[in-house]
């Protein structure tokens, strides 16, 4: 008897047991039916005032977004941006898209006066207006590939990194001066390199041309060099190993990332001095810090996990939460655009 009071417990247990799972179950369940089930999409196209507030999505699957000067109006701006198909031009709120130049895989950046735009292509650099017209192919050399290319600060020179492989021999990278008036380009310096060597971003600046070169051996000193067209000579400026991202307001302030630091380096043009002004994360993150520089030249955009906004007069900064990348300002600094990793109903 004594035992089959102990089963009969057993099993009484047993099914409150299971009953309670069945409820919390269906709790569970009621609760997401009533709410709607989000999953994250492709990047989007997003706008925003430069503290992080009004923010509005505007495009879904496009990259490298940029404010441009609308031609038919220029008291307004146009936007635009990269998707498969090419470069697509629309509104600000993102109305109205057209397909403005097909077949680009890369929009390098837009010129200072957002009127040109530096374009790349299956190897090849081209230059064009920010509506599209007088699309221009300025390297066109099959046999040799550009990259990391970057305007002047008046849109009439660009500098890129020149790639030749050959084989049986060390690839040969070169910093070549491309002068859109005279339709000539010309090789400023190069160098063989067999473990590995990149000439990348890349800041002129008057006479002076400052980029980033890297090396792989872990011997050989990796940073910012400057080139003086002046004299054609080459110097070291700072050393690092990953600086991602060079910008400048053209006249005397260059700023950079070092990503082993974890900071932001102010480089004082006339007498080549650096300062470190910013130390964004020690959180390790794949993504390397992207810069923009508003044209006030007073705010400074970090792109990394989070945006932050530097007021380089004070060194006060925000930061803006959620995740954000390529990232720029308008003509003016109050809005920024960005892409933005957003959720949607399905």
């Known amino acids: 008897m004594r035992m089959s009071s102990d089963i009969l417990k057993l099993s009484m247990i047993t099914g409150i047991l299971r009953i309670t799972v069945i409820l ?6 009621s609760s997401c039916l009533e709410k709607e089930i989000y999953r994250w999409s492709d990047d989007w196209v997003t706008t925003m005032n430069n503290d992080g507030t009004s923010l509005k999505y505007i495009y879904r699957d496009a990259w490298q977004p940029y404010y441009v000067t609308d031609f038919t109006d220029n008291l307004n701006e146009k936007v635009v941006c990269l998707i498969d198909d090419g470069v697509v031009s629309m509104n600000p709120d993102g109305s109205a898209p057209v397909l403005i130049i097909p077949d680009i895989d890369h929009i390098y950046e837009v010129s200072w006066d957002r009127t040109m735009l530096l374009l790349g292509y299956d190897e090849d650099i081209y230059i064009a207006r920010v509506d599209g017209t007088e699309l221009l192919n300025i390297t066109n050399t099959p046999n040799t590939a550009e990259n990391y290319a970057s305007f002047s600060a008046d849109a009439s020179k660009v500098v890129y990194t020149q790639i030749i492989t050959k084989p049986q021999t060390q690839p040969l990278n070169a910093l070549i001066l491309y002068d859109i008036e ?16 990149s000439i990348m971003n890349k800041r002129m600046v008057n006479d002076l041309i400052f980029f980033e070169k890297a090396y792989t051996d872990g011997i050989s000193k990796s940073g ?15 050393q690092g190993k990953t600086v991602s991202s060079l910008v400048s307001n053209y006249c005397d302030k260059l700023y950079f990332p070092d990503n082993d630091l974890h900071s932001i380096i102010e480089l004082d043009i006339p007498s080549l001095n650096t300062t ?17 520089l508003s044209p006030t030249g007073v705010d400074l955009l970090v792109t990394f996990k989070y945006n932050y906004i530097l007021n380089l007069n004070t060194l006060d900064y925000c930061q803006l939460t959620g995740f954000r990348s390529s990232a720029s300002f308008n003509r003016i600094g109050t809005k920024i655009i960005c892409l933005y990793s957003r959720s949607f109903p399905e």
């Open 24 to 29: 919390i179950s269906m709790l569970l369940l």
């Open 182 to 197: 005279t339709g000539k380009g010309v090789s400023l310096f190069s160098e063989r390199f067999s473990t590995g060597l």
């Open 276 to 292: 470190e002004i910013f130390h964004y994360t020690d959180e390790y993150y794949s993504q390397y810090p992207t810069l923009s």
């Open 224 to 238: 910012v060099y400057c080139y003086d067209l002046s004299n054609e000579s080459i110097s070291m400026v700072y």
